[in-house]
């Protein structure tokens, strides 16, 4: 039906860059919003960033100024991030707030998550 995926995970040192994409692919109607959640071991999954379809962004306070996300290509986004700390190792979830068809039916906007990405950031 619909399904997100994440690439560029990966080993990255401190101080250094990596760039996260997210593509959703399936019978989509329309998308709202897609962003990403990240989550550290033994920790819950928190926001990172989000971006509506209008190009609205948000950002935690622990990633303004580090963390960019843009949805340059219809129905995927990306997360630039620079300058990470070895706080930034996480799992990270595309998330895509979206509405469905099935059999020509549109469902309601409802929370798509991909599998998750691990970016570690370690000398």
């Known amino acids: 039906q619909v399904e997100l995926v994440e690439f560029g995970g990966g080993l990255v040192q401190p101080g250094g860059s990596r760039r996260l994409s997210c593509a959703a692919s399936?019978?989509?109607?329309?998308?709202?919003?897609m962003g990403w959640y990240r989550q550290g071991l033994g920790k819950q999954r928190e926001l990172v960033a989000t971006?509506?379809?209008?190009?609205?962004t948000n950002y935690a306070d622990s990633v303004k100024g580090r963390f960019t996300i843009s949805n340059d290509k219809k129905n995927t986004v990306s997360l630039q991030m620079d300058n990470l700390e070895p706080e930034d190792t996480a799992v990270y979830y595309c998330?895509?707030?979206?509405?469905?068809?099935?059999?020509?039916?549109?469902?309601?906007?409802?929370?798509?998550w991909g599998r998750g990405t691990l970016v570690t950031v370690s000398a």
């Open positions: 971006i509506t379809s209008g190009g609205a």
């Open positions: 399936g019978t989509i109607f329309s998308v709202y919003s």
């Open positions: 998330n895509g707030f979206l509405a469905a068809t099935i059999g020509g039916r549109h469902l309601d906007p409802m929370d798509y």
